[in-house]
């Protein structure tokens, strides 16, 4: 089948392009001179680079509440989720709403 090269089909018209806003962007800050250390960093007011956080872990026990998990019950008390199996003579992950679980 040939086509008629005698039809006129639509063209769309050129897209408009227009200048809005223009940014004047500096040049990157000039490298340090070779065999010249770069400034150290300093530590935000307040902090300390060799103070870790602690993790305590509080004994005790935990009741079972709506949506909880062993991984979320774990994380909260800074434990482990084998931890907390041991300590309840778990076999599997599941837990129920109200159920008291020891936390050492």
């Known amino acids: 089948m040939a086509l ?19 940014a004047v962007v500096p040049p990157p800050p000039a490298p340090p001179p070779a065999g010249t250390l770069a400034p150290a960093l300093e530590p935000l007011p307040g902090a ?36 907390l199996k041991a300590a309840n003579h778990l076999k599997n992950d599941r837990i129920v709403v109200g159920e008291k679980l020891r936390i050492r």
């Not at 008629?4 to 223009?22: C, E, G, H, K």
């Open 4 to 22: 008629d090269t005698d039809i006129d089909w639509p063209v769309a018209p050129p897209p408009q392009v227009q200048v809005a806003n223009t």
């Open 48 to 83: 300390s680079i060799h103070k870790r956080p602690t993790r305590h872990v509080v004994a005790g026990t935990y009741v079972v509440k709506s949506g909880d998990t062993l991984g979320r019950i774990a994380k909260a008390h800074h434990t482990t989720v084998r931890a």
